[in-house]
């Protein structure tokens, strides 16, 4: 099987698809989109987060911190981004990031194809979440936890390829 590469699959999207006036790709009426998923983990525990009322799709789903690939920059500085805006983590708090296998699905209710690239972000002391408009509220839970919640499609898989990168030092 080809191992999917959402970098070049963002540098092909960047020229047919529409933008805004920052040059960031449009994804609003395109059937695909690459998106990262990120975890942050502190300890033996992963921040979920959950989706609001403003969003665009999966509104009151449990998640990690997510955001479009609409830029034609590595992902993990995408990532990292992310997790600033969203949650208010600086990078000086990073102590390491790893990128899971990046996977595809199909969501017939939402009329795409989501290329997800999932990763997650270790950090060195317990994060002071600030939560931007794009989520309501946020828990801290042991990964086997995650069933418990109501989930955005494949967070659980997004999850597991995640952890799988972790190696202890």
């Not at 997004?158 to 952890?163: E, I, K």
């Amino acid at each position: 099987m080809a191992r999917l590469d959402p970098e070049g699959m963002v540098r092909r999207l960047f020229k047919l698809l529409p933008k805004f006036s920052t040059g960031e790709i449009n994804y609003a009426s395109s059937r695909v989109a690459v998106v990262v998923t990120v975890f942050v983990k502190h300890k033996e525990k992963i921040l979920l987060v959950k989706r609001s009322n403003k969003v665009s799709g999966y509104r009151g789903k449990w998640n990690a911190v997510s955001g479009y690939v609409d830029q034609i920059r590595p992902i993990g500085e995408i990532a990292l981004k992310e997790i600033q805006e969203e949650v208010g983590i600086k990078g000086a708090n990073v102590l390491r990031i790893s990128a899971g296998k990046v996977y595809s699905f199909s969501d017939k209710n939402e009329g795409k194809r989501w290329i997800v690239c999932p990763y997650i972000v270790e950090t060195k002391r317990q994060p002071k979440i600030k939560l931007d408009w794009e989520n309501t509220s946020y828990k801290w839970i042991i990964p086997e936890e995650i069933a418990k919640f109501e989930i955005v499609p494949n967070l659980d898989k997004s999850l597991a390829s995640s952890l799988k990168t972790l190696r202890p030092e």
